[in-house]
């Protein structure tokens, strides 16, 4: 496909099936819908209302450790007062160790594992239509896991955690798959073609009068600007981020209405009823976001990949061969990121800054119940407080960036400086003229109140400008994959610095000198971030994309899905960074 669309440029196709068509504002809102709907589940559901749920429902499967018969939690229709949730329970899935006192509950049968989430990698996503076929899968198979806890009772709450698993993977798999748009919408948006168009007649009028094929060999660029599609890329992310932001805390809100509702108006009913209930909303919030995402979002096809010579499989040999597939891609995903040498550093940065920032959050909220004393009311508030910051600082950040002519990786160090006032302020309380104050370095409650704006306000940059930064160093056509490795990055540091962290406090005995170490890890990625050059790092995501588009080809047009091969075939297949070959398509 290539030639004039309502008259803006339309670049050739770089492989078969290609969409090429412009993004509209009506595919954009389909894609702001789901990112809403998900975030509503990430911050109302597994931020909030997913772990009080699996612990309510455990408290009241829960019996009292003297007789193990006389339930923790005593059903609301029973006159006599419930037995003191905060002397009498343990934590969930916790078991009574021996010499306990007898009036502790204990929960049966219940082992004590813990609920985490790793990235999944969904290499295949690159392909076909994969890439929209599993966003929509995922969405409404996580949407239905969380709208299901309406019917998880106490007596079966050992299902409450695999539905958990069910929400949080389908959640981090569709973040996954939805970035992996964020790179085809900025690049097919029409002002940004228009640009291209623009650029693409200028190169070809010098090379006509000049005639100096090698002078014009490739368009000229400057380090020291920024690209167009990374500023709408940037953009759009932020809108993303601040648009998701807002509809968390509506939920939060809304949420919180029904709770206070029910406990008024149905005072009979069970707590963990109450909280299903909830749950049940916040999926259902959640699947009818993803329904505007699957009418209005384009498929964006990727390169098609040739699985005829499987179809003579079993169904099962197939799947296997599929789940393979997958993972020999993400290796070799790593491979290709080595090479890259810009992306390689913001992955390492990434890594680190991820890292701190977990670290900090989790450090944050256990200062805030330990050393100042807080309960959950006064942390629920906080938490509303930085996700409010974190709309401003989401909608913010890109005009401050316009304003003092920032760089994208510049906004990005801007804001991990600013992060730096969290644990400066936090140290600052060792001095003993701030001591004598009584106020000052996180002496009293309400101070950490603005240090959760701080941190929001942050958060609301980082979130869209590192997404959106990373996905312009992406080769072409393997969005999927890399985003994947990104998130992989993300989770995979978040159980470092919380271990050191730990490691401080068990050594000496209080959480404050851990802010010493916060310090350094927040400062760690600054000179790696300040060394990135996206011009560089994109010209070169493209090069690779061509040189391994050529390598992996299966006539040129379709990727084959194969078991063996040649090392460089293998890349080319298994990440769909394939472009048509100019010489053949005439160009």
């Known amino acids: ?20 068509s412009h993004t509209t504002e009506r595919e954009l809102r389909g894609w702001y819908s789901y990112g809403i709907a998900a975030e509503v589940f990430a911050v109302a559901g597994v931020g909030s209302f997913l772990p009080v749920t699996l612990e309510q429902l455990a408290k009241e499967r829960g019996v009292r450790r003297s007789d193990g018969v006389t339930p923790c939690v005593l059903p609301p229709n029973v006159t006599t007062t419930a037995i003191d949730g905060g002397k009498a329970l343990v934590k969930l899935a916790r078991r009574a160790v021996e010499g306990a006192d007898e009036s502790q509950c204990i929960i049966k049968p219940f ?30 198979s996580g949407s239905l896991a969380c709208s299901l806890f309406i019917l998880v009772f106490p007596s079966i709450y050992l299902l409450g955690p695999v539905l958990v698993v069910v929400g ?15 790179p085809l919408l900025a690049s097919n948006y029409p002002s940004i073609r228009e640009q291209e168009a623009t650029r693409h007649a200028s190169v070809s009028s010098a090379r006509r009068h000049e005639g100096d094929d090698q002078k014009f060999s490739k368009p000229e660029t400057s380090s020291k600007t920024t690209s167009p599609a990374l500023t709408l890329s940037t953009k759009i992310s932020a809108k993303g981020v601040g648009l998701g932001y807002i509809g968390a805390v509506c939920m939060q809100l809304i949420s919180i209405g029904l709770l206070l509702g029910l406990n008024k108006f149905a005072p009979s009913t069970a707590v963990s009823t109450r909280l299903r209930t909830i749950l049940f909303f916040v999926g259902l919030v959640w699947m009818l976001g993803t329904i505007p995402c699957a009418i209005w979002l384009r498929d964006r096809p990727g390169p098609p990949l040739d699985v005829s010579h499987r179809r003579s499989q079993s169904h099962i040999r197939r799947v296997t061969t599929y789940i393979t597939f997958a993972w020999k891609a993400v290796w070799k995903t790593v491979k290709i990121a080595i090479q890259l040498r810009q992306l390689a550093i913001f992955l390492v940065a990434w890594f680190l800054l991820s890292d701190a920032i977990a670290t900090v959050s989790g450090t944050a909220i ?82 950490i109140y ?16 590192c997404r959106s930064f990373y996905g312009q160093l992406i080769p072409p056509g393997s969005e999927a994959a890399f985003y994947a490795l990104y998130a992989i990055t993300d989770k995979g540091s978040s159980a470092v610095g919380p271990a050191v962290v730990g490691i401080i406090v068990d050594r000496v005995g209080s959480i404050r000198p ?22 560089k790092g994109r010209e070169d995501a493209k090069r690779m994309a061509v040189r391994l588009g050529k390598a992996g080809t299966n006539g ?12 460089m075939g293998d890349e080319g297949a298994a990440l769909g960074l394939l472009a048509r070959d100019r010489a053949r398509s005439g160009q």
Request: charged share 15%; net charge negative.
């Open 556 to 567: 040129g047009d379709v990727y084959a899905l194969e078991d063996d091969g040649d090392e």
């Open 514 to 535: 851990a802010f010493a170490f916060l310090a350094v890890l927040i400062a760690l990625p600054i000179p790696l971030l300040l060394v990135l050059d996206s011009e």
């Open 366 to 447: 256990l200062f805030a119940r330990t050393e100042l004393k807080m309960d959950t009311v006064p942390i629920a508030i906080l938490s509303i407080t930085a996700t409010c910051s974190g709309i401003a600082g989401a909608f913010a950040w890109p005009l401050l960036a316009r304003h003092f002519g920032l760089r994208p990786h510049n906004t990005i160090v801007a804001c991990v400086f600013l992060m730096l006032i969290i644990p400066i302020y936090g140290l600052i309380g060792y001095l003993p003229f701030v001591k004598a104050w009584g106020v000052g370095g996180l002496q009293q409650a309400w101070e």
């Open 1 to 20: 496909m290539s030639g004039e669309e309502n008259g803006v440029y339309d670049r050739p196709a770089r492989y078969v099936n290609e969409d090429t």
């Open 168 to 182: 949080v993977v389908s959640l981090g798999s569709s973040f996954v798959l939805l970035n992996s748009f964020l």
């Open 111 to 140: 082992s004590n594992h813990s609920i985490s989430t790793a990235s999944f990698a969904i290499s295949v996503a690159d392909y076909g239509t994969y890439r929209k076929k599993l966003l929509l899968g995922f969405g409404f």
């Open 450 to 465: 603005p240090l959760g704006v701080v941190h929001g306000f942050v958060m609301g940059g980082l979130s869209s400008y």
